[in-house]
């Protein structure tokens, strides 16, 4: 499979990568932008590719019989957002009790323009102590570019200010929704 994802990545595409998932057990993957389903597609590509294991969490009953079985096969992990339970805490116990998990989000929420990001992404690493790694797909320069993993300091708006400076420039599908 990885080779197929190579094959359509690099020579169909015309996609490159500039930096290197780091080998972590671990992590939260913050990818922006996010303007378009097409992002699925890339994302799925680039985790073929790195060869490792990227999840995701979604409502409960998304893994329940008949499909729960496919949601869970992709990287996915069930989260009850019926009740009022604090979601961060909710997520850093499922960092606890795997030894393994990469959880992607988006943290702009929605694939519309926004003018800032949902932090929940930021207080989850900070719970969970994980690194964050930053991941963009550059529609524009036809990259999928990867930081090196970012601790957060516990000062959320100098974070943010180093977050939005790797995204800067960067173009979506849809152009005019990037961030």
Known sequence: MQ???????FHLMGWKFTGDFPKLKKCVVIV???????DFVIGLLVRSIIGEKINYIG????????YGWFFRWMGGAPIDRSKNDNKVEAIKAIFDERQEFRLALAPEGT????SEWKTGFYYIASTAKVPIVMVAF???KKEVKI?????????????????YTF?????????EYSF
């Open 3 to 9: 080779f197929i994802s190579k094959f359509i990545y």
């Open 32 to 38: 922006v932008p996010h303007t378009s389903w097409v």
């Open 59 to 66: 409502k409960k009953s998304l893994f329940k019989p008949p």
């Open 111 to 114: 694939r519309k323009k926004v």
């Open 138 to 140: 550059d529609f524009g």
């Open 147 to 163: 930081s090196e993993p970012q601790y957060p300091t516990g000062n959320l708006q100098t974070d943010l200010k180093t977050y």
């Open 167 to 175: 995204y800067k420039g960067v173009k979506g599908k849809v152009a």
